[in-house]
């Protein structure tokens, strides 16, 4: 066994029990969440990541096979970054939360593959997709939970600017614009630090798929300024849902 790859046995079922534990003693004890959420989503990733591994093999070898995984990653993206705004598991918060994530990482993934940049090949797009997928979800969660957090906790400097003459979605957009750019702040710093503090996923991957330091480097960049530009577009599109109320927790 290379000395590169990380051995699968009993010490790394230790070590992610233990992780697990201090995870969820922590964030219980410092009241962060919910004790039970993470263990749970622990166990949740494990199962999920087995029975990817047991799958990918014939997900990869088939186009089609290919597509309905991506699409399969689009709706569990959107029913998640869904109940993380809205506080509810409802089909409706899905659906909206969809059009950011799609919206976003879909277009970019067929511009790269057009371009040439990533081969029409499963094991090359559903690794690239599930990143960009990935980088939407997490941008809607946080952009869409800060915009309806400010409109709520602001509900009086919104009826103010409706007072003024403002439309309802400009009144909206007024207040809650600007702490929606801070869902950018992760892949934005996760950019600028990459090399000096972090080496992530793609570079490591490439290293270890017997890639040259250059083309790791250069699938590494790719990959970060395409998730700058997903999450820049989800941002936006998630901020203009929210203020003309079709993204809402109102039931």
């Not at 939360?97 to 057009?114: D, K, N």
């Not at 934005?188 to 972090?198: A, C, F, I, K």
């Not at 083309?215 to 929210?242: H, N, R, W």
């Amino acid at each position: 066994m290379s000395s590169t790859m990380l051995e699968v046995g009993p010490r790394l079922a230790i070590a992610l029990v233990v992780l697990t534990l201090v995870a969820g003693l922590v964030a219980g004890f410092g009241q962060l969440v919910p004790r039970r959420q993470i263990p749970i989503a622990a166990a949740r990733a494990t199962l999920q990541l087995g029975a990817v591994s047991l799958l990918i093999a014939a997900i990869v070898s088939s186009l089609w096979f290919t597509a309905l995984f991506v699409v399969a990653m689009v709706t569990t993206a959107a029913w998640t970054s869904g109940q993380r705004i809205t506080r509810a598991s409802r089909l409706t918060s899905a659906a909206w939360a969809a059009l950011p994530i799609a919206g976003s990482s879909l277009p970019i993934v067929l511009g790269l593959i057009v371009g040439g940049l990533v081969p029409l090949e499963g094991i090359a797009i559903v690794p690239i997709a599930g990143i960009l997928i990935g980088g939407a979800m997490t941008a809607t969660s946080l952009a869409g939970r800060r915009v309806l957090d400010e409109l709520e906790t602001r509900h009086g400097e919104v009826e103010a600017a409706l007072s003024l003459g403002f439309a309802d979605r400009d009144a909206a957009l007024e207040i809650c614009r600007p702490s929606a750019g801070q869902a950018l702040v992760p892949a934005l710093d996760q950019t600028r630090t990459v090399g000096l503090v972090t080496l992530p996923g793609a570079f490591v991957g490439v290293l270890l798929g017997g890639g040259s330091a250059v083309e790791a480097g250069a699938t590494q960049l790719l990959v970060l300024v395409g998730l700058l530009a997903v999450d820049s577009v989800a941002i936006v599109v998630v901020t203009e849902l929210a203020a003309r109320a079709r993204l809402t927790r109102r039931p």
